[in-house]
């Protein structure tokens, strides 16, 4: 009974030593500065957007020669990763998403831009996901700091046209310098975050994008066979419901177009079809009807309904039954 | 203060164990504060998980710790099996009528436990057989269980022996736990113990620890067999061993333990006859097998050599493909038994004549002096060593040996010494065992039996040799050389008056290797020669 009692007091005192947080919302900014400056020697700045932290990291050097990350720039980046994790963890803001964007100071331009949903890196501490499909679930980009074009744009238009320039500063302002409306316009410039509040939706549909892009890049036999130009992945709510689309520009490769081959669209398709069934089935997301898919080039489309991907996931729908209902190419 | 301390001292290890905990408990709480809120959160999800990978981890270690240590070495795997499937009847118990009829008593004793115990008569714990190796105490132990109609767990003394301590204990106590509870089941159960010596012998007190595991696997013998009265299952010991009585603890053969001694000793004549006739049945064999010879011819021996003996018949008349076993089988049986296997050595032509004389010498001896003994083969094929070989033995057992016989002994031994002198005036390296045989009796007779001339009568070997003065040692050998030199000349008067006999013999021999016992008989009843047979006194 004494040994009951004990361990019971043991569990009590256990649970309490788990309560309250360790990164209180209140100074939550200030809070993932302070750890990256204190345990990691980094500065950076940070803005909570709505559910998302953004992270800016500036780095004496992002690219090597090569133009590749720096080694030394990989480890910071790792650094801030883990430090953001660490704080979007153990937070009581309610957050959804980190946004780290690093620059090169040199080159403000380019960027690298890593989000996470921060439930995904808590799976992964819990070993609830593989390692590989953590990967996958983080979106990684390497661009040119959208913003810093449009200002160049901006810029251009006011010399090529003569402008007074004390108005330039005023029309940046007030018409080009607006959060930004996808994901593909994140970023910093000018210490400023061109960072929006991201939605899982619009996540999800940007990460399949980048799934597909990272599968057909990684695998030699659809690499040597297509070119991935471009693969967007959008969501759109409408009163009908909402529905994800996925446009993708992957024409035939060079070399197989010059001896006159072209690639069966339909791998590409199924391609698609594998990873945002894979996708939406992980996250258990049911707030959709169909995932549209479109060949920009040969306008060729599947629509896949929610039930399909269900059924698929559970294999209770074979994939060639799916690509049969591709349409706008030949023989499908 | 005081009462302080004397609940200190009672409640130590308690005391301890606590601090213990509360330490971990304290160096856990600030482990866990000194966490981010994450990683504490992720700690305490994961507490149940680990408690349940601690508790599987623990049940594991439990597990192989009792398997391996406790249950693995101390473990029984003694199947009991039931009295009815025993199958050994007490008419297949043949051969020992005397310790049958003691060990009938014992059934009945099993039997009527119920009614004993309403008279309050004493109810038999514990029977030993003792006797030499081979007599059937098994077989005798089996014939219980089975008209008993009790379950019977049978194992062997050597097998509580292990060179950890404990384990020898522990097995006893599973013996006799599985033995209470078979008792409960079926009314009763008989355990057999085999060579009871290995756990049985005297207790003794070692520095070293050396005797420690013996002495306390018997100690849990004697309490459980002290147990089962209180306990009253109806659990009946019955012991075995070839060791002497004497050799055993002494608490064992207290009434209470061991109530009963039974001797189960090498059978008679008779009892031989029935063994050679309940084994033959066993076997296709001829029905003129003259079973009386064949009791006869193995006066000491155990029923299992016996059963030996029938069984390499079998074998050899299976070799030679024959369909029944005949007494040519049985007596090569005996040979191989008792000879060894024949050896191919090839000797030249005197050595052959030499081992020839030399075993006609000791043929006619036994034949023509010998009281007791009869010549049931001779041989010039080398066996085990030996050039030649004369088999003999008596014709029925003697528990004492007269001065008479022990001087026919002598002269046995010396007929090939003196054959091989009298025929070719020389003597061979053959003739230093039947020197070794000869003196060691000489010798024995003198020293030990009075039966030296001298008049010097007792047992001197028990007198250490620098107390006994010269004059008493002379003269001691002095008889016994006598004893041998009269042997001698009593051998040589016999081989050279019945020179043509022995002639006779050593050319059989040379022609033919081997004399059976019809063909031996046969020759010395061509010279109108018969057994000496002489009454023993």
Redesign the interface.
């Known amino acids: 009974m004494n040994f009951v009692r004990?361990i019971l007091v043991?569990a009590i005192?256990?649970?309490l030593?788990?309560c309250?947080?360790?990164?209180p919302k209140a100074n939550l900014a200030g809070e993932i500065v302070s750890l990256c400056k204190k345990e990691y020697n980094i500065d950076i700045k940070t803005e909570v957007i709505g559910r998302t932290l953004a992270v800016y990291v500036p780095m004496p050097t992002l690219f090597d020669i090569t133009f590749a990350i720096d080694e030394k720039a990989q480890e910071m980046i790792q650094n801030v990763l883990l430090a953001a994790s660490?704080v979007s963890?153990?937070?009581d803001a309610d957050l959804l998403f980190y946004c780290v964007i690093a620059q090169d100071v040199r080159l403000p331009e380019i960027q690298v831009i890593i989000i996470k949903y921060i439930d995904d890196v808590?799976r992964a501490?819990?070993t609830d996901i593989s390692r590989d499909e953590y990967f996958k679930r983080t979106i990684f980009d390497i661009n040119i700091n959208p913003q810093s074009k449009k200002e160049q744009t901006i810029k251009e238009i006011f010399k090529k046209y003569d402008l007074d320039p004390q108005w330039e500063e005023q029309v940046l302002d007030e018409f080009f310098r607006t959060s930004p409306l996808d994901l593909k316009d994140f970023g910093y410039w000018q210490n400023r975050f061109y960072v929006k509040d991201i939605t899982k939706p619009e996540f999800f549909a940007e990460q399949i994008a980048y799934r597909v892009k990272m599968r057909m890049r990684e695998d030699k036999k659809l690499s040597e066979k297509f070119i991935t130009k471009k693969v967007d992945g959008s969501y759109e709510k409408t009163g009908a419901g909402a529905d994800f689309y996925i446009k993708f520009d992957i024409p035939t490769s060079d070399l197989l177009s010059a001896v006159g081959q072209v690639s069966d669209i339909r791998e590409v398709f199924r391609i698609i079809v594998d990873e945002a069934a894979d996708c939406l089935y992980g996250y258990k997301f049911e707030d959709f009807n169909t995932v549209k898919i479109f060949d920009v080039n040969s306008n060729a489309h599947l629509l896949l309904t929610k039930e399909n991907i269900y059924l698929y996931q559970r294999n209770r729908l074979k994939m060639d039954a799916i690509l049969k209902g591709i349409q706008g190419i030949g023989g499908a | 203060m005081k009462v302080f301390m004397m609940w200190f001292r009672e409640n130590k290890v308690k005391i301890i164990i606590l601090i213990g905990?509360l330490g971990l408990?304290v160096l856990?709480?600030v482990g866990?504060?000194s966490l981010?809120?994450?990683?504490?959160?992720?700690?305490?999800?994961t507490?149940p998980l680990q408690f349940l990978m601690v508790g599987a981890n623990a049940s594991i270690f439990v597990f192989m710790y009792l398997y391996f240590l406790q249950g693995g070495f101390a473990k029984l795997d003694k199947a009991p099996i039931k009295g009815k499937d025993i199958e050994i009847k007490w008419k297949d118990v043949v051969g020992m009528e005397d310790a049958k009829q003691e060990a009938w008593e014992m059934v009945q004793l099993i039997r009527d436990r119920a009614k004993l115990m309403k008279i309050g008569g004493k109810v038999v714990k514990g029977l030993l057989m003792v006797g030499p190796p081979g007599c059937g105490k098994t077989y005798m132990a089996k014939a219980i269980a089975t008209e008993a109609r009790l379950p019977f767990i049978s194992m062997s003394g050597s097998e509580f022996t292990e060179v950890f301590v404990g384990v020898g204990a522990s097995r006893v106590r599973k013996l006799f736990q599985k033995a209470r509870s078979l008792a409960d089941g079926y009314g009763g159960c008989i355990i057999f113990i085999d060579e009871l010596d290995a756990i049985g012998r005297h207790r003794q007190l070692s520095w070293g620890g050396g005797g420690q595991e013996t002495n306390a696997t018997q100690n849990q013998l004697l309490v459980e067999m002290d147990g089962l009265r209180e306990k009253g299952g109806n659990v009946i010991v019955i012991g075995a061993t070839n060791a002497s009585e004497d050799s055993l603890d002494a608490a064992l053969l207290r009434p209470g333990r061991f109530d009963r001694k039974l001797y189960v000793g090498l059978p008679g004549l008779e009892d031989r006859e029935k063994i050679f006739e309940y084994y033959l049945t066993k076997i296709k064999a001829d029905t003129d097998i003259d079973v009386g010879r064949l009791a006869r011819r193995s006066v000491y021996k155990s029923p299992a050599d016996i059963a030996n003996v029938v069984m390499e018949a079998a074998l050899i008349s299976t070799r030679k493909r024959k369909e029944l076993v005949g007494m040519k089988e049985l007596s090569e049986a005996f040979e191989r038994i008792e000879l060894g296997i024949k050896h191919k050595v090839s000797m030249n032509k005197k050595e052959r004549e030499m081992t020839a004389y030399h075993e006609s010498g000791h043929l006619m001896v036994t034949y023509l002096i010998h009281p007791t003994d009869d010549v049931f083969k001779a041989s010039i094929i080398p066996r085990k060593g030996s050039l030649g070989v004369v088999y003999h033995s008596p014709k029925e057992e003697f528990h004492t040996k007269s001065r008479d016989m022990l001087l026919a002994d002598i002269k046995v031994a010396l007929g090939g010494y003196v054959a091989e002198k009298t025929v070719f005036g020389t003597t061979s390296t053959g003739v230093s065992s039947d020197f070794a045989t000869a003196m060691k009796i000489a010798h024995m007779m003198v020293w030990r039996l009075g039966m030296g001339e001298s008049g010097y009568t007792g047992d001197y070997t028990q007198i250490p040799p620098e107390q006994l003065s010269d004059s008493i040692k002379t003269k001691l050998n002095e008889d016994t050389n006598r004893i041998l030199r009269s042997g001698i000349d009593e051998v040589e008067t016999l081989l050279k008056a019945e020179r043509p006999i022995i002639d006779r013999f050593a050319q059989e021999l040379l022609q033919r290797e081997e004399l059976d016992y019809d063909e031996i008989e046969d020759i010395f009843k061509q010279y109108n020669k018969t057994k000496r047979t002489m009454s023993i006194n």
């Open positions: 004990l043991c005192t256990l649970s030593a788990g309250g947080p360790s990164f660490r963890l153990s937070t808590k501490f819990y | 905990v408990l856990s709480i866990l504060m981010e809120s994450f990683y504490r959160k992720m700690t305490l999800a507490l």
